[in-house]
């Protein structure tokens, strides 16, 4: 009998963990406020099939910013695709890459799953390929209800505007997941930036697979976030040609793709010392003095190298360490983050090299690279990378 309900037990076992290494796993939950593309259906007839070049026509300073932005690429951009292509093209990717109802090839009727990453879908005859390729383009942040979403308050537009409370409300959108499901186990969700700025809820008991605050948002935390103070700087300029003159929002958003942005979020020093025994000792220390978030954010596949080399007269590698910031995780039998060495804000980071006398070095050098992905993941989702996948923002040289 014990025998038989041990088997059984094994079996059970056995069949669970395969099921467990099988099944596709989902590091978040598609929430209502994505799971449904934004209507467009009662857009003036001012605003015309709703391309960026139509507002652009009017407002065309921040059109000019937008086509910089890699808002204006979340469809078009080469990385972007070939993941998707990779995740067996999964739909639920467009909503927030494309989601406006006409940039969608179909129309979600329903889902299979509690999740939400099966759709049910059906042909959208109104599909318009054009706009797909704006991905995040104007009317996606400030079309609703045939209104236009805005700060100011203006009475002077053309078209029907509708004051929103705070500017970061936008951002929450996309740029907040969440992550509580069954056999889910993370500190933050996968692109945690809003749980890294408010932190792991304080004195309530937290569920393991959501410490970072994610749920409803108050409105109060919703201003604490000052996502636009340094996404969208300000500027003093009119919206339209001819208008009055205000302190308005750049269209910029700059991130990982852009090293003067990563350079900002970085404040570096390196201490030198000259040790008793003849050797050297280097202090590298980083401070995340830049963002409010942790430093790098977004996808887990960003992060940092730091890589300190001693180099011999003739140029050669006489001793080197690495340091890798980045968040880890196991995706298998379940998802659980096993370590995050990114920079917290405001917390400094020290690490130390020394060079030994005895092996006669003549340079040391620091560098400090920022990787939007691994090569390895690169080759694995098949990117072709035209624009280098990693960039160097910091180097010293020290003769010795
Ligand atoms: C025919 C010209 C014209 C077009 C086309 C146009 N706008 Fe405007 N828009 C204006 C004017 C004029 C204002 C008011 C300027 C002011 O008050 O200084 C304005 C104001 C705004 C505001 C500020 C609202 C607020 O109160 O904060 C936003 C946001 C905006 N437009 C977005 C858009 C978007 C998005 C599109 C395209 C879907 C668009 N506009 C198309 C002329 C235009
Ligand atoms: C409709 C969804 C959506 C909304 C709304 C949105 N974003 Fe994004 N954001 C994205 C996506 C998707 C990307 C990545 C695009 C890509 O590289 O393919 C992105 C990229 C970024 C990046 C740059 C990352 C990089 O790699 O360089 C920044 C910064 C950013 N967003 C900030 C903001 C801020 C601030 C707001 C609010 C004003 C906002 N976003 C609103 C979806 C959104
Ligand atoms: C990712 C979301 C997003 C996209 C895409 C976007 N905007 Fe905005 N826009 C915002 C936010 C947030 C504000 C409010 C900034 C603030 O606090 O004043 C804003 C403000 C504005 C304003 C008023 C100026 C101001 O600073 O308040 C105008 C006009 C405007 N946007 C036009 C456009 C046009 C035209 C496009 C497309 C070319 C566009 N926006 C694309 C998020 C977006
Ligand atoms: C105090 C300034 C500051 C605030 C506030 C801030 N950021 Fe950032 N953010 C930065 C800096 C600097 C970087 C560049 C470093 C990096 O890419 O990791 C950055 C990077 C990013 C990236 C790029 C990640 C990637 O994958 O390339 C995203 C996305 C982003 N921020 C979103 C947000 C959102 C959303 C908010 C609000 C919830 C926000 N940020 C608030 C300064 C800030
Ligand atoms: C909840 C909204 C959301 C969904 C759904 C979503 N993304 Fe994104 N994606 C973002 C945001 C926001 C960013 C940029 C900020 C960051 O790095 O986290 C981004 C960035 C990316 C990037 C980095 C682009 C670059 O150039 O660096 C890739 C690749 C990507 N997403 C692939 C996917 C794939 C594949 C899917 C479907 C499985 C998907 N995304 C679904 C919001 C989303």
Redesign the pocket.
């Known amino acids: 009998m014990k025998r038989r309900i041990l088997v059984v037990s094994m079996l059970l076992l056995l069949g669970f963990l395969t099921w467990r290494f099988i099944r596709p796993m989902n590091i978040f939950i598609v929430e209502d406020k994505i799971a449904w593309p934004v209507d467009t259906s009662d857009a003036p007839a001012l605003f015309g099939n709703l391309s960026a070049k139509v507002c652009g026509n009017c407002h065309k300073k921040i059109y000019s910013e937008w086509r910089t932005a890699i808002h204006s690429q979340a469809w078009t951009d080469p990385y972007f695709q070939a993941d998707m292509k990779f995740d067996s093209n999964q739909f639920i990717c467009r909503l927030c890459h494309t989601p406006l109802d006409r940039q969608l090839p179909s129309i979600i009727t329903g889902y299979r799953d509690k999740n939400k990453w099966n759709p049910i879908l059906k042909p959208n005859p109104g599909f318009d390929a054009a706009l797909q390729h704006e991905g995040i383009t104007c009317a996606v942040c400030h079309l609703r209800k045939g209104k236009i979403l805005g700060v100011l308050g203006t009475t002077n537009a053309p078209h029907p505007v509708k004051k929103l409370d705070n500017p970061?409300r936008v951002?929450m959108r996309c740029?907040l997941v969440k992550s509580e499901s069954f056999g889910v186990y993370v500190r933050f969700p996968p692109?945690g930036?809003?749980a890294e700025?408010l932190g792991p809820q304080k004195g309530k008991k937290t569920k393991p697979g959501q410490r970072g605050k994610t749920g409803e948002l108050t409105v109060s935390e919703i201003a604490s976030?000052?996502?636009v103070?340094?996404?969208m700087p300000l500027v003093e300029r009119p919206l339209v040609e001819g208008g009055k003159v205000r302190r308005v929002r750049r269209h910029l958003w700059?991130?990982?793709?852009d090293p003067e942005?990563?350079r900002?979020?970085l404040t570096i020093s390196v201490v030198a010392e000259k040790q008793g025994q003849g050797g050297y000792t280097f202090t590298l220390i980083l401070v995340n003095s830049?963002?409010?978030?942790y430093?790098?954010?977004?996808?887990p596949d960003?992060h940092f190298t730091v890589l300190f080399r001693a180099l011999g007269r003739d140029g050669s590698v006489l001793s080197q360490r690495r340091e890798i910031l980045r968040r880890n995780f196991i995706w298998r039998p379940f998802i659980i983050d096993i370590g995050d060495t990114r920079l917290r804000p405001g917390i400094p980071r020290m690490y130390r090299f020394t060079v030994p006398k005895r092996k006669n070095p003549a340079k040391a050098v620091i560098s400090i690279r920022y990787h939007?992905l691994d090569e390895k993941r690169r080759k694995r989702i098949g990117y072709k990378n035209k624009e280098p996948i990693s960039y160097e923002i910091y180097r010293k040289e020290v003769s010795l």
């Open positions: 970061n951002c740029h692109c930036t809003v700025i976030l000052r996502c103070n340094c996404h700059r991130g990982g793709h942005m990563v900002k979020a830049g963002a409010a978030h430093v790098p954010t977004g996808t960003r939007l």
